[in-house]
């Protein structure tokens, strides 16, 4: 239950810093974002410059070997910087609105200085690959971390002032401890420093208020208030099951073009609740793990590409295990096995039969061998295994015919893998969410040992996986799945 309080109260307060997104913070992170690019620009410039004087004793611009000026080479690698320097911040993370040291801030900017360095280089090699001078970029991945740094503090101390100056005031409904911590986070959560009027106390409100509140009065006197107060926010504090006595004191709020926000806390669960439009009618929407329909998208389309190219390379392989397997075993070829894809819905998996005809009938006499903790079934030494289907298995060969449920759209390149559905009936209930992505070949249970592994920690790894997935993170998989399975770890 605390671990339950705990969720619900993290999810709350993300909700309630969501609900206070300021359209003083959106202005701000904007021209950021145009600062960090007009930074990036004159960044270029004084390196190129710092070069020529310091190091090469020569006007500046420099002239070229042909004679021609270096003006026209530094402009084809400069026309992309002032979108790609703020592509690369953000990144790292750069415009997230949360509060970190400067400390972590310089080490997000050396990281992105890095990656613009890494940017930079390819674009010289393919433009200017044998005149473009290398000291520029190692001077540029030293001064542009420094520019958006400085440029950082620049853009605070200028928004903090300019917020000093047209403070925003901001009226509570609510007296009770609920209502102090979402004054507390409005301090926070608006560029500069709103002014709180004070509190209006709710006709549910049965409790004293609390020690540090101002109560300007009733609820009712919200209507006097927006008309004689200067009011440019108000803020309501209130619990799910009032949200209809809300709701008339918030139209008259949009009467008079003042925005409202309403304490989501009531409807937090372990997922962050987030307004959707169907049509014209919201709704809101819960999600265990957002992910962009974009990058899924693009997801999707990689898989594709990735799973043609596969059997184009594969095939002469898939060709000569189909042989073997013939010539060893007979038929059948491939084994078809009924497996639980995207949120349980069933699909037949695509196998090269590793074992003897019949394996699955025979699996009740050797269940005294399973060496799994939990719903599955694993015997590393399977005796029903063909001595050829341990060849394929070591070397994950079997798995190749998968490549087709990839391109059938049934499974992915990365993703948990597919469970059988018995399996999947003995789960307890919070393992049935690694359902919610579509499965996949590899994921991390199979760069982090396989079979080694206990179940549950096999579980907590593909909740990981789903709960912290990118495009990244898939990259990484796979450039780890490489070894593991030349090196056979775990099968």
């Known amino acids: 239950m605390p671990a339950v309080a705990s969720a619900a109260g993290n999810c709350a307060k993300s909700s309630a810093l969501a609900t206070l997104q300021s359209r003083s913070w959106r202005q701000f992170r904007a021209g950021l974002i145009a600062a960090d690019a007009l930074a990036i620009i004159l960044a270029y410039i004084f390196t190129d410059f710092v070069r020529c004087w310091l190091y090469l004793r020569t006007d500046w611009p420099e002239l070229l070997s042909d004679g021609d000026s270096s003006v026209r080479m530094h402009m084809k690698v400069l026309v992309f910087l002032p979108f790609a320097w703020p592509l690369i911040l953000h990144r790292v993370d750069w415009y997230v609105r949360r509060w970190q040291t ?35 970029i190692g001077l540029l991945a030293v001064i542009a971390p420094a520019t958006s740094l400085a440029v950082r503090g620049i853009t605070a101390l200028v928004a903090l002032r300019a917020g000093v100056r047209r403070n925003r005031r901001v009226l509570i409904v609510g007296t009770g401890r609920d209502s102090v911590r979402l004054r507390r986070l409005a301090s926070i959560s608006m560029v500069g420093r709103p002014h709180i009027l004070g509190h209006l106390r709710a006709p549910w409100e049965s409790e004293p208020p609390a020690p540090s509140v101002v109560v300007l009065g009733g609820m009712e006197r919200l209507g006097s208030a927006l008309d004689d107060d200067f009011v440019d926010e108000v803020l309501f504090s209130a ?73 184009l390379i594969t095939g002469p392989i898939m060709l000569i295990c189909a042989v073997v397997i013939r010539l060893t075993s007979g038929a059948p070829i491939l084994f078809h096995q009924p497996r639980s894809g995207l949120n349980g819905r069933r ?9 003897e005809e019949g394996a699955e009938r025979k699996q009740a006499e050797i269940a005294h061998l399973n060496e799994s903790d939990g719903p599955v079934f694993k015997v590393l030494d399977d005796p029903r295994v063909t001595r050829i289907g341990r060849f394929l298995r070591r070397w994950s060969l079997d798995e190749l015919p998968q490549l087709f449920n990839v391109l059938k759209g049934d499974m992915a390149i990365v993703g948990p893998r597919p469970p059988i559905p018995a399996e999947v009936a003995r789960y307890d209930r919070w393992q049935r969410r690694r359902l919610s992505m579509r499965p996949g070949l590899t994921c991390l249970w199979q760069i982090k040992g396989r079979h080694l592994i206990g179940f549950e920690e096999w579980m907590r790894l593909d ?22 399975v030349l090196g056979g770890t775990g099968a």
């Open 102 to 136: 400067w400390a972590a801030s310089a080490k997000s900017a050396a990281i992105a200085g890095v990656l613009l360095a890494l940017l930079v280089s390819a674009i010289a090699l393919l433009l200017e690959r044998d005149r473009y001078p290398r000291m520029q």
């Open 239 to 311: 619990p799910l099951d009032r949200l209809s006595e809300i709701l008339p004191f918030v139209r008259q709020c949009e009467e008079v073009g003042v925005p409202a926000g309403i304490q989501a806390e009531s409807f937090a669960c372990f997922s962050m609740p987030e307004i959707v439009d169907m049509h014209g009618l919201p709704m809101l929407a819960y999600a265990p793990a957002r992910h962009s329909p974009e990058a899924l998208a693009f997801k999707r389309a990689l898989d594709i590409a990735v799973a043609i190219v596969g059997i």
């Open 347 to 355: 699909f037949v998996m695509y196998k090269f039969r590793t074992m």
């Open 463 to 484: 909740l990981y996986y789903i709960d912290h997935w990118s495009l990244a993170l898939d990259f990484r998989i796979l450039c780890r799945t490489i070894p593991t």
